[in-house]
């Protein structure tokens, strides 16, 4: 898929959706002063039931922003505007075609909380970095691979039969 992108595409699509989980209305409302790469995060500000909150970003995610150009008060927009919601769903759609696979937001925020949760982050860390309300709807976006179950069964029965 990220032979299928540009530049513009792989920073808000491939990496901040995937990476960190963001959702569309996020992204296309992230100024280039919500951002501080020296300590790799983004501030997101009053997102869904107007609540902040702090994102930690990859090097992946902070190299492709720095090789966007700053044209605008917005980090990701068109003619000095954020970009519209049609304009990412068309660009989503596009991508997908090429790359010959059905693409939407929500799987790539599953995908973030997927990921995130079977690296060994908390089931609470996801749903902060995804900004969800409750532990919940946190469990409904995450799954956890069958390998990290294997991982984490083997490590309780050598811990407990010690």
């Known amino acids: 898929m990220k032979a299928a992108a540009d530049p513009f595409d792989q ?12 959702r569309t209305c996020e992204i296309r409302r992230l100024k280039w002063l919500n951002i501080d790469l020296e300590r790799r995060t983004i501030r997101i500000e009053q997102s869904k039931k107007l609540k902040s909150r702090v994102v930690f970003i990859t090097q992946p995610v902070i190299d492709a922003l720095k090789s966007l150009p700053k044209v605008s008060d917005f980090i990701f927009s068109r003619y000095h505007r954020p970009l519209s ?6 660009r989503l759609q596009t991508i997908g075609k090429t790359c010959g696979v059905k693409i939407s937001p929500h799987q790539l925020r599953h995908s973030a909380a997927t990921l995130l949760l079977n690296a060994g982050m908390s089931i609470w860390g996801v749903r902060e970095i ?3 309300r409750s ?3 946190t469990l ?10 294997g991982r984490e069964y083997g490590k309780a029965l050598k811990s407990g039969t010690g």
């Open 11 to 22: 920073g808000w699509l491939l990496l901040l959706m995937l990476h960190a989980g963001l």
């Open 85 to 90: 919601r049609s304009c990412c769903q068309a």
């Open 130 to 132: 995804l900004g969800l």
């Open 135 to 137: 532990v919940e709807t």
């Open 140 to 149: 409904s976006y995450a799954r956890t691979f069958d390998s990290t179950v």
